[in-house]
């Protein structure tokens, strides 16, 4: 059959199309893979790590390390999605710094919203830690300084000072002077009384249980009991930055499973709190988005810290 001539153009950019979309897919389908498995880029948005890491550095992520995962939220949103991850070839150890999946704070069953959080681990399921006038001790022993941690106050709280929004609830210890307390370890079986429940109440409850304290008596999963056996390993984490980080110590243990990597490297770092964009309004927006290169140029680039890059991380 002859075709005519535009049929055949017709034809000709079909053919061009589907191949571009084939291509495209493969190399979005090559990303989603290694962003997944392999490594990530990370922007930090707090100084909890400081000096070691700074708000406003990007980080590559080793993510195969403890086992990649499939894509946890819808990209660009905070709509989760199930997922399911790989094996991890090699096992948190003590002072490696962790990027996980925030598990909510003190009182939050689930975390309101999604998020990565950056800390160093600092004890590991079936330690006991303690920190006795800003000396963290890990089974008895003291644990180094990070070689850029820091502290702003001078001022240390002593011990007996009970600081209300440190967990867990009820404990009585601030964030120099906390525990003892041991990390979580699978097969752990904690008895239950009536002293320890608000302590439990969240961790048992994060773990997929209802758990009730009603008439003197515990149920969980509406079944009377009296002990309740841990059904997942955990860790500890704290900022490097000591006065300025919401960690482990305020808002509890950290899942094994809910770590998905380590930093490696720094590769781009520069002054977060200079915005490329306006988002006060659409009007301002609008305007903001026209002057982009002009605002990239002039405000966002000279506050580039070129002697960040590079810098590895530990």
């Given at each position: 059959m002859k075709l005519k001539e535009e049929d055949l153009n017709l034809k000709k950019t079909g053919g061009t199309m589907m191949a571009f979309l084939r291509e495209a897919g493969i190399v979005l389908g090559t990303f989603l893979l290694l962003n997944s498995f392999v490594l990530a880029s990370f922007e930090v948005p707090t100084g909890s790590m400081e000096n070691e890491i700074m708000t406003g550095d990007f980080l590559l992520v080793n993510k195969f390390e403890f086992g990649g995962t499939t894509p946890r939220t819808i990209p660009f949103t905070n709509t989760k999605l199930p997922s399911f991850k790989l094996p991890s070839p090699w096992k948190v150890e003590r002072g490696d710094v962790i990027v996980f999946i925030f598990p909510g704070y003190r009182e939050e069953v689930e975390a309101s919203e999604f998020a990565y959080y950056l800390k160093r681990c600092m004890a590991l399921a079936g330690d006991t830690l303690q920190i006795i006038n800003r000396v963290v001790y890990v089974n008895g022993k003291a644990v180094?300084?990070?070689?850029?941690?820091?502290?702003?106050?001078?001022?240390?709280?002593?011990?007996?000072?009970?600081?209300?929004?440190?967990?867990?609830?009820?404990?009585?210890?601030?964030?120099?002077?906390?525990?003892?307390?041991?990390?979580?370890?699978?097969?752990?079986?904690?008895?239950?009384?009536?002293?320890?429940?608000?302590?439990?109440?969240?961790?048992?409850?994060?773990?997929?249980?209802?758990?009730?304290?009603?008439?003197?008596?515990?149920?969980?999963?509406?079944?009377?009991?009296?002990?309740?056996?841990?059904?997942?390993?955990?860790?500890?984490?704290?900022?490097?930055?000591?006065?300025?980080?919401?960690?482990?110590?305020?808002?509890?243990?950290?899942?094994?499973?809910?770590?998905?990597?380590?930093?490696?490297?720094?590769?781009?770092?520069?002054?977060?709190?200079?915005?490329?964009?306006?988002?006060?309004?659409?009007?301002?927006?609008?305007?903001?988005?026209?002057?982009?290169?002009i605002t990239l140029i002039s405000d966002k680039l000279p506050t580039v810290r070129w002697g960040r890059f590079g810098n590895l991380v530990k």
């Open positions: 180094p300084l990070p070689r850029n941690s820091k502290f702003n106050s001078p001022m240390i709280k002593p011990a007996g000072f009970a600081d209300p929004h440190i967990f867990p609830k009820g404990s009585g210890y601030n964030e120099d002077n906390y525990g003892p307390i041991v990390i979580p370890k699978k097969g752990d079986v904690v008895n239950l009384k009536e002293s320890n429940y608000e302590r439990w109440d969240t961790f048992i409850r994060r773990e997929g249980h209802t758990f009730q304290y009603v008439n003197g008596k515990f149920l969980i999963d509406g079944l009377i009991t009296t002990s309740y056996t841990i059904e997942g390993n955990y860790a500890f984490g704290m900022g490097d930055n000591r006065d300025n980080s919401l960690d482990s110590r305020f808002w509890g243990f950290i899942p094994q499973e809910s770590i998905i990597g380590s930093p490696m490297v720094v590769y781009w770092s520069w002054d977060p709190d200079v915005p490329l964009l306006d988002f006060d309004n659409p009007i301002s927006l609008a305007i903001s988005v026209v002057k982009l290169p």
